[in-house]
């Protein structure tokens, strides 16, 4: 009697301690639901929000300038979408951290909060390849127009454009905290690099291969450096033209229709005194016509091929 008393008691203080488990997890469980709600709201209202604002600053004209537009051709969203995107789920991962937070210290937890403090920095980064891109794309063009004339133009803007890219990845990598131990000491060997070469190869063992390569470059370069400079010219006086049409009004010009052979067209500011000619009603002589000897004077018949009597060929067809 005394065991099964004993097992009655154990088997009672075990479900109230299951029931005391649920009537404390069933208000956390809502409170967490309260908060995603919430959070969820909050995060489609500033998705829409930063959407909307990006389209107005013309965001995506500054990708495209950057660009970025060959990259999302193939996407279905535009520059602006993805950014509101990662905008809704940045405000879904903290309204995550709080809600998980309602349950005390847990993993997810920890991991979220780990996420949440990376999230500006991912941002800081995008922004740091934005700007770079668009560096990178108006240096690529300047240089492309500075020296469209010269053969190595488009090298030289491609190099320039592929070196500020690269300053910008490593930048944006190294911000975000991605591959730090690899991307520092790329860049360096890339610089120690370039300037060894230049250094080593240009000033010591290489002078000879050096001197034959300089001279042909430079050869090149000051045969090409007038076609450059003319180039240039011809396209600031274009920039110039087209500022100044755009202020000044065009001239129409007045279309003058052509006259028929053999009759002129009276000129109304020139009148001429013609003795015996025909007056116009104001008193004013009207100008006469002049006609060639022929005109209004039948051929006689001819046998196709055959001269006249005087011997010479026919009149033309615009007098007879």
């Known amino acids: 009697m005394a ?128 700007i770079a891109g668009a560096i990178a794309k108006a240096v690529k063009d300047l240089v492309a127009n500075a020296l469209g004339g010269v053969s190595y133009g488009k090298v030289l803007a491609t190099i320039a454009s592929v070196f500020i890219w690269g300053l910008g990845a490593i930048a944006a990598l190294n911000q975000i905290g991605v591959a730090t131990a690899v991307t520092l000491p790329v860049l360096i060997t890339v610089l120690a690099t370039v300037g060894g070469i230049a250094v080593v190869g240009v000033g010591g063992g290489l002078i000879k291969p050096m001197q034959q390569r300089w001279e042909t470059w430079l050869g090149r370069a000051e045969a090409e450096i007038p076609a450059a400079k003319a180039q240039a010219e011809a396209y600031q006086r274009g920039r110039e033209d087209a500022r100044r049409s755009g202020d000044v009004p065009t001239e129409q010009t007045t279309v003058h229709q052509p006259v028929s052979a053999g009759h002129h067209a009276a000129d109304p500011t020139r009148t001429q005194q013609a003795g015996g000619g025909m007056q116009t009603g104001g008193g004013m002589p009207a100008p006469q016509q002049q006609f060639p000897p022929n005109q209004g004077q039948v051929p006689p018949h001819q046998d196709p091929g055959q001269r006249p009597p005087g011997g010479s060929m026919p009149p033309p067809p615009e007098y007879r």
Not at 51 to 80: H, I, P, T, Y
């Open 3 to 130: 065991t099964s008393a004993l097992a009655a008691v154990d088997f009672g203080q075990g479900v109230s301690s299951a029931w005391s488990s649920v009537a404390t997890f069933v208000p956390k469980l809502l409170a967490f639901l309260v908060i995603l709600f919430i959070g969820w709201l909050i995060a489609k209202a500033l998705a829409k929000a930063v959407s909307m604002v990006l389209e107005k600053v013309g965001f995506n004209r500054l990708l495209e300038r950057g660009g970025f537009k060959q990259m999302l051709a193939r996407s279905q969203f535009d520059a602006s979408n993805i950014i509101s995107k990662i905008v809704y789920y940045a405000i879904l991962l903290i309204a995550l951290q709080f809600a998980f937070g309602v349950f005390g210290p847990n993993p997810v937890s920890s991991l979220l909060n780990d996420i949440v403090a990376w999230l500006p920095r991912a941002i800081v980064a995008i922004v740091i390849v934005v």
